[in-house]
Structure formats: C-alpha cells, structure tokens
C-alpha cells in the first residue's frame, strides 16, 4: 500500500478504499524551506479524516489493556495528538509547554531540540501526583532531548510514564534510550525504519513532481 500511495496524486482529503497498515504516512509532506525546519511535515495527514483517526487507533493499540489515568502531550504538535488520544480513552489531558506561556505555578527542565537550540520545558504543579499513570505523547521524536525533558518533569514530581506515542521515533542514541526504558508506540512499520533514519521517504518523489525538495539531513 505504501508503493501504491507513492505513484498516486497525493491528493490530501482522499480516502483510499483499500487501506494498508500506516497508509497515512504517505501523506506527509517533505521540508522544501531549508534546514532551519523538520525534515518533513507529519501534520498533512491531519487534514484527513480517516488518516487521522486511523493514526490514533494505532498509537493506541499497545495501551488499551493498560492503566492510564491521564494524557499528556508536549508543546505544540504534541497538543494535536495527546488530546486527540485523550478524548478517546475518556481522560484528562496535561500540557506540556514551552518556557514562558503559563501563567501558573511551574517545575522547569532545560532541553536541548532537534535543532540543537536550547530551551526549558515546563509543566504545571497542581496535577501530577505520585503513582499517577500518564501516556505521553508528540507527534515525533528525533534526538529525544525534548521527550527525555517532559520525562523528566513527570517523573521528578513522581508520576509513572505508563508510555510514550509517537507517528516516528528515530533510530538516534535518544530513540533508542526512551524505546529501551519505556513501553512505546509508534506507526512506522519496521522495513521503513531506515527510510526514516535517513530522513528520506520513497513516497516524496510524488511531491518531488510537483516541487523541489530541499533535504535537511540535520540530527
């Protein structure tokens, strides 16, 4: 099914009839603005009904016999995401956000992103309390630097990571020391993980038709 959606229009609002495991991931659209940005834009495959529902339920799957008391989802894609998720199990949903928009108490964890910029991540302080399950989401993990500072901030105030949800976590030294410790979930299918490491997917050639792309091939 991915091949198949490689050749085709890439017309965002179609649903296919036919609707192979992580089909939606060929709507997602590679970075043409340089290297200052992501490598490519998950939130494409948003703006389709079915793309989207179908990417929760996946993310789902390992943690619906689970415990969990509450969703958290890190600023800002992650807010897309968590709360998405957290509407259909029937929880709460927490925001983690980024140094300087909340107006209440806070704990703060400097981070390193994606990017290699440096920034604080906090965290209200009325919420989590010791022994609550939270699965925390975003919408990707790249070098984990932002993932491992809202683990920190939950796990500092004594809450138990129950999981962590991502469309993509990538094979880094980051990835792999957050998939080594926690129960995780994500959509890529083993057999494209590589083309993720890469930061290069077979289906950008169907964008590639229509615009250049510009490779950020960036940790």
Not at 41 to 70: G, H, M, V, W
Not at 99 to 114: M, R
Request: aromatic share 8%; glycine share 8%; proline share 5%.
């Amino acid at each position: 099914m991915w091949h198949n959606q490689q050749s085709g229009s890439m017309e965002v609002l179609t649903i296919p009839q036919e609707r192979g495991k992580s089909w939606y991931l060929a709507l997602m659209a590679p970075n043409v603005k340089g290297p200052r940005y992501a490598w490519l834009d998950p939130s494409r495959l948003y703006c389709n009904q079915q793309a989207f529902k179908d990417c929760i339920e996946d993310l789902l799957q390992p943690f619906l016999n689970d415990t969990i008391d509450i969703v958290a989802g890190i600023d800002a894609m992650g807010f897309i995401l968590g709360a998405a998720i957290a509407h259909r199990l029937g929880k709460g949903f927490l925001t983690i956000r980024k140094e300087g928009h909340s107006c209440i108490e806070t704990k703060s964890k400097p981070y390193s992103d994606y990017t290699g910029r440096q920034k604080i991540m906090e965290m209200r302080t009325d919420v989590v309390k010791p022994g609550l399950r939270i699965l925390l989401v975003d919408q990707w993990i790249e070098t984990g630097g932002t993932m491992e500072a809202a683990i920190a901030l939950i796990e500092e105030q004594g809450g138990t990571i129950a999981g962590i949800a991502a469309i993509c976590i990538e094979e880094t030294e980051g990835g792999k020391r957050i998939k080594a410790k926690y129960k995780c979930s994500n959509c890529v299918p083993s057999h494209l993980q590589p083309q993720f490491n890469n930061k290069y997917l077979e289906t950008f050639k169907a964008f590639e038709r229509k615009n250049p792309v510009v490779q950020n091939k960036s940790e």
